[in-house]
């Protein structure tokens, strides 16, 4: 699965959840598996998600991604890096429609 294909919603959230944030799903004895992690949608909880990453060292930045284009035309763009040695790896860059979209999917790149 591409990272870049993921939209918005319940799968992305709970991909983030567990390879990101580290949280494991709460199910009931029935297999009723509730979210209450909606970091793809929510700009709360897409903050936990960047606060986690912090504290992995991770830096990040937020612009648009056309500097030619309006401002109001352009699409968020996150990227997250981290140093090792004084050189940057780990990077995860992602442009989507919304903040909380593009900080879900540059973190899940930044983390594999």
């Not at 930045?61 to 940057?88: M, Q």
Request: proline fraction near 4%; hydrophobic fraction near 40%.
């Amino acid at each position: 699965m591409k990272v870049e294909t993921l939209v918005a919603g319940r799968e992305l959230d709970r991909l983030v959840a567990e390879k990101v944030m580290g949280y494991t799903a709460a199910c009931n004895r029935l297999g009723d598996c509730r979210h209450l992690f909606f970091p793809s949608e929510n700009i709360a909880h897409a903050w936990r998600v960047i606060e986690k990453l912090e504290t992995l060292h991770f830096q990040w930045t937020l612009h648009g991604n056309n500097p030619i284009r309006s401002f109001h035309d352009r699409k968020p763009c996150f990227e997250y890096w981290h140093y090792t040695n004084g050189k940057a790896d780990r990077l995860g860059r992602a442009e989507a429609d919304t903040v909380p979209l593009a900080v879900c999917l540059a973190a899940l790149k930044a983390v594999k």
